[in-house]
């Protein structure tokens, strides 16, 4: 009975004949109403998706996962890095840094920024400044300072120029070379940072830092991970986590993407009223053959699912059509990345865009839900008919 009830759903649904064009006509209004809902939802939950994890990755990159801060230093660390990473089996990468605001002079322009002091030899297992170098070798930050790209082209200078870097309360001017341009992705990291060895004479506090970075194969569990430093270490220095510094951030995107996934499934709603309405204009005139097939044998329950399915197919037909289109305008986009976007604003170049089975499951899931609701008035006024009425008045 399932197939033959489907068999007349596809009937009513209308064919490109003369009696039944317009309910042809309206039923593919009907499709391509959902269809744009599906597109735009999955585009834009597609790139709210590959906004959050594109910063994810390039935060993660530039900056430590779990940091150990000192109240302002951190004396001992070479116990400290050893305690921890003989007794976190989680931890994976391990290196001090220093971080302190300075001022950056060059012969035309002077810039605010963040000069970090890192360990070569440590560093490149907990942040990828090495992977980021556009020029230059990791080897040489002991001969001067990397830059980052955007600072480094607001003072005008490249590889091998003089600049000087003030720092202290007391505004002590420093000279040094530039031997590296880094250059992470991050605009607000790109513009404001710099690197020197913690080995360096002049610009090194001697024996002392700031913190310690440290890197962990699952970044989700860094908060469990935090905590039980946070234990080891007895309170007497400061633990946070990427999670922790970025919050406010995340926050404001995941907040985002749930609201533009609920703007956006409004379409599909009213494109719903378009296969509701669909539907009760083909119960008024399918009214003699719905009667004569209540005359037949038929009951109202099999009258009622006629018409649910009949919903269900013109909203079916709309929902492959939109993951179809909408996975290759995705495909395009992020093969071509041919949108633009403010770097200054947005931290990338380009749009990014990542699809997940789970979303594509809950827009499947959200549809069906929305068109199967919007298809039951129409389907009970059907299975209301009395056929005697029904056969007479059609």
Known sequence: MISYNFFLSGKFAGQKKRADRFLWFISIFSIAGIA??????MLVIGVMSGFSGELKRKIIGAYPIITIEGRPYIY???????K???NVPEVKGISPYISTQVIYKSQRYMMGGILRG????FEDNVTNIGKFLKKGEMKDISKGVFLGSELAKELEVDVGDEIWVI????AREKMAVV???VESGIYAFDSSMGFFSLEDPVLGYGGLVHGIGIRIDNIYASEDVAKRIRKLLEGEYTVSTWIQKNKILFAALAMERKAMAIILGL???VASFNISSTLMITVYRKVKEIGILRALGLSSKDIEKIFIYQGLILGGKGLVCGLITGGFLAYLLKRYQFIRIPEFIYDLSRLPIEIS???IYWIVISVLIIVTLASLYPARRAARLNPNEAIRNG
Not at 36 to 41: C, E, K, Q, R, W
Not at 76 to 82: A, C, G, K, S, V
Not at 118 to 121: L, Q, Y
């Open 267 to 269: 379409i599909i709603l």
């Open 76 to 82: 001992n660390y070479q116990e400290i890095m050893e």
């Open 84 to 86: 921890v990473s003989k």
């Open 357 to 359: 089975l789970s979303d």
């Open 167 to 170: 720092t202290g309360i007391l």
């Open 36 to 41: 744009i809902g599906v597109i735009a939802l």
């Open 179 to 181: 031997k590296g341009i």
């Open 118 to 121: 890192i360990d070569p030899a």
